[in-house]
């Protein structure tokens, strides 16, 4: 028998609702970053990728050198055209290094956190 269209969207919420209660604000964070870089950076095949990559090899997320992989990506394809970024890239970029450096530092999640209130 197949489930009609509300029921499968009904299992579909349940499930995402459930997988995003499971995460701690630490892990959020991480893949709330990633989501944007796969949409705002849409034009940059490599960013996307990389990305991506990471959201489907999930202990990618919690690796510095992730971290310090997709930040130097995304430097190299903002490099040349510098003086035209807007300024948000800027702060993504500085953000990915706040999150390279927290794996570093021994109580994660108060680092992120304290990066985060500037």
């Not at 009904?10 to 499971?22: P, V």
């Not at 892990?27 to 991506?52: G, M």
Request: one cysteine or more.
């Amino acid at each position: 028998m197949i489930k009609g269209k509300k029921v499968v969207l009904a299992d579909l919420y349940n499930s995402l609702k459930t997988g995003i209660e499971k995460l701690n604000p630490f892990d959020c964070a991480l893949y709330l970053t990633l989501i944007i870089l796969i949409i705002e950076r849409a034009d940059y095949q490599s960013i996307v990728l990389v990305s991506s990559i990471a959201v489907i090899v999930r202990p990618l997320v919690h690796s510095a050198a992730y971290w310090i992989v997709i930040l130097l990506i995304f430097l190299v394809v903002h490099w040349q055209p510098w003086y035209s970024v807007a300024n948000h890239h800027y702060l993504q970029a500085y953000w990915m290094m706040g999150i390279a450096i927290c794996f570093v530092h021994v109580r994660r999640e108060e680092a992120l956190r304290h990066r985060a209130d500037g």
